[in-house]
């Protein structure tokens, strides 16, 4: 029996807190690895971080973990046929409709013509989520995940329902693709993470250093974050990453160690700790042939 998701984001408390993030906010031009995430999807950079085009035209698209789905209408303004946006919370899918509206009105207010692309919410569990029914095997060209799967327990039985549903090749050669991002297994790894950076003095300078522990021992971690305790992630390494993917079918296509670049973190000093440590850990892989 797979075991159950903590559904920490329909406590009012963290939602609320959640929804003060820069990103619940702004979106994915507040995500500051989104450039990475494009050149993945797209295998071309982005000139800007919300620039619109048809580059996903006809595609079927499953976006586990939507969140808010900004994702979501991004892929959508972006040529999509359809997109199917999955999250746990009942508190995330109903601002994702929310949104959605939002969008809609806004373009038609603007004399702007409104996407035919069906979008599809629902709430469901990834932990048990079945994607390999008649129904769903073979049917999206693009599965794409944003920092969620640090949440699930069994990766693996995900990962094998992911390329159940993704297509084998499509009508220009093309094989179904997956997309990730979850946080880094460095920023995970420690079992007692607190406080988050240790400083070293020096005769001249202090410098703080990432107290990285337990690396190797995979498994739950209980952490603190946006003020709620018990907030549950699962470790593990790059290694069972990719091995994962590899064991249920895919082929490894792009990874990416993100951290901060120095443009970055001059439009947003805060981020300049960051660039002593990967932060994200960024993967792309398709069906093998």
Wanted: aromatic share 10%; with cysteine; glycine share 6%.
């Amino acid at each position: 029996m797979s075991a159950q998701s903590q559904n920490i984001y329909d406590n009012p408390e963290f939602f609320s807190a959640y929804g003060d993030l820069p990103r619940s906010k702004h979106g994915i031009s507040a995500a500051p690895e989104w450039p990475v995430i494009w050149n993945m999807i797209l295998n071309d950079a982005p000139s800007t971080t919300d620039n619109t085009n048809d580059n996903l035209n006809g595609k079927e698209i499953l976006d586990l973990g939507c969140g808010y789905g900004w994702f979501t209408r991004w892929a959508r303004d972006n040529g999509a046929a359809s997109i199917k946006a999955v999250d746990i919370s009942q508190k995330m899918i109903h601002r994702a409709k929310e949104f959605e509206v939002e969008a809609a009105l806004t373009k038609l207010n603007r004399g702007d013509s409104v996407s035919d692309t069906k979008v599809t919410f629902e709430i469901s569990d990834l932990e048990s989520i079945t994607l390999s029914s008649e129904s769903e095997e073979g049917q999206y060209d693009l599965v794409h995940s944003s920092l969620t799967f640090h949440y699930i327990e069994d990766l693996g039985r995900l990962f094998r329902e992911i390329y159940a549903s993704l297509r084998k090749t499509s009508a220009n050669g093309q094989r179904g693709k997956l997309v990730f991002s979850v946080e880094h297994p460095i920023c995970t790894a420690p079992i007692h993470p607190g406080p988050d950076w240790r400083v070293i003095q020096d005769a001249s300078k202090d410098h703080k250093v990432w107290p990285l522990n337990s690396y190797g021992e995979e498994g739950l971690r209980l952490t603190n974050w946006l003020g709620i305790e018990g907030v549950r992630k699962y470790h593990r390494t790059v290694e069972t990453y990719v091995t994962l993917l590899l064991e249920s079918g895919f082929a490894l296509t792009a990874l990416k160690d993100w951290s901060p670049s120095k443009e970055d973190v001059a439009e947003e000093p805060a981020w300049e700790i960051e660039r002593h440590r990967p932060y994200f850990l960024l993967i792309s892989a398709e069906v093998r042939g």
